[in-house]
């Protein structure tokens, strides 16, 4: 099992990127995996997204509730100021 993203344009693929889980994140919940992934590919694609304004695309819609959600644990909170960013 593994992580994995794309980095598009309009007029199509700029990037793919995967990794495998670490021992870890074998153990995350399929919703923790989801958000692990959005993390992932925003560290490894800052320096494109950094300022910039873009739609990010998801298969998981449950997603959203991180936002409004109140009781997360640790690893979600560190996530999320991440994603503020």
Not at 36 to 46: P, S
Not at 53 to 58: G, M
Request: proline share 0%; net charge positive.
């Amino acid at each position: 099992m593994g992580l994995g993203c794309v980095l598009m344009q309009e007029k199509g693929t700029v990037a793919y990127a995967t990794r495998q889980l670490k021992i870890n994140e074998k153990n995350y919940s399929t919703h923790d995996l989801e958000l692990a992934a959005v993390v992932f590919a925003l560290k490894i694609w800052r320096h494109y997204l950094y300022g910039e304004k873009f739609t990010l695309y998801t298969d998981h819609n449950s997603l959203t509730y991180l936002f409004t959600e109140r009781e997360l644990n640790m690893r979600q909170r560190r996530w999320l100021e991440f994603l503020k960013d």
